[in-house]
């Protein structure tokens, strides 16, 4: 019932809209417009783990790129052809002033590749760093960037799950701490790929990568029902969240059992029942790529 990704990312929409630190957007936006004052030059855009285009709707709609003047090119990628079909047909009527370039590839393959070296003036990221090893692949990214390049990373995950009403405490925080040690853990393709405190690690570790920080906020996800009904399709989204944690830890030999299977139904029917409040702590940065880079190799 709750296995949709698309229909998940479609939900996380509206959640990510109320979440994303508006002082971090209106800095990217200042930075942008005083970018483009008087210049022909276009700008170039790249979007990673770009999912179905919500980005992109989003800067539409909050009209974050010029409309007139110089070109816009915006390249998004993802590595599912599922998401970028779906953000073909969601962004079909997308303004002609916006060349769109929406690619099936793999963001690492993508990234080594010299022909995009120090190629784009704005490189985006949303609810994608926590997914990989950011002090080893950051590098590579940063070199995607021009000298003078904006790096916006949102949506990155530090530290903090946050399910209300309790069910039992002690059991609670429990299974909130192995599901941070689960992406602690994780491994993809025989290559660390997550950490649960992101966030906070991202300060230094842009520098490292050679991006100055140059804004940075809180952008939690806060979802919780009025009057028993959750906004837009974010039952589903808290649905899709409760199962992630389940598929992710219902092989743990401290949660194995009757009583973490009696947790994830209790939780499902918290959602069914407009109860349930999530919070997940998170943080935006705006960066600014720096003459000088660090560099990684990537396998």
Known sequence: ?????????????????????????????AAIQT????????????????????????????????????????????????????????LANAPAWLELQ??????????????????????????????????RVLPQFTRLLRPGGLAYFTINFDGATILQPEIDPPFDAAIEAIYHLSMDERITNGEPSGDSRTGRHLFGRLAEAGIKVLAAGS??????????????????????????????????????????EEWITTRHAQIDRGELVYI??????????????CQSTIP
């Open 35 to 90: 970018r483009q004052a008087g210049s022909a030059e276009p700008l170039r855009v790249l979007e990673l783990g770009a999912g179905i285009g919500t980005m992109i709707e989003r800067v539409l709609t909050w009209k974050l790129l010029p409309e007139a003047g110089a070109p816009v090119t915006y390249t998004a990628i993802d590595a599912e052809a599922g998401n970028i079909a779906a953000a073909e047909l969601r």
């Open 280 to 293: 997940a702590h998170q943080l935006d940065f705006l960066g600014v790529r720096q003459s000088t880079v």
């Open 219 to 260: 952008s939690d996800w806060v979802v919780h029902a009025v009057d028993g009904i959750y906004p837009e399709d974010e039952a589903y989204f808290l649905h899709f969240i409760v199962e992630t944690m389940h598929g992710a830890l219902r092989e743990h030999p401290a949660l194995a059992g009757e009583r973490f």
């Open 102 to 135: 929406l690619q099936t590839a793999d963001v690492f393959e993508f990234a080594a590749q010299t022909a995009v070296e120090k190629h784009f003036d704005l490189l985006i990221a949303n609810a994608f760093l926590d997914l990989v090893d950011t002090a």
């Open 1 to 29: 019932m709750y296995d949709s990704f698309v229909r998940y990312l479609t939900a996380k929409k509206s959640v990510d809209d109320r979440a994303l630190n508006q002082s971090v957007w209106s800095a990217l936006a």
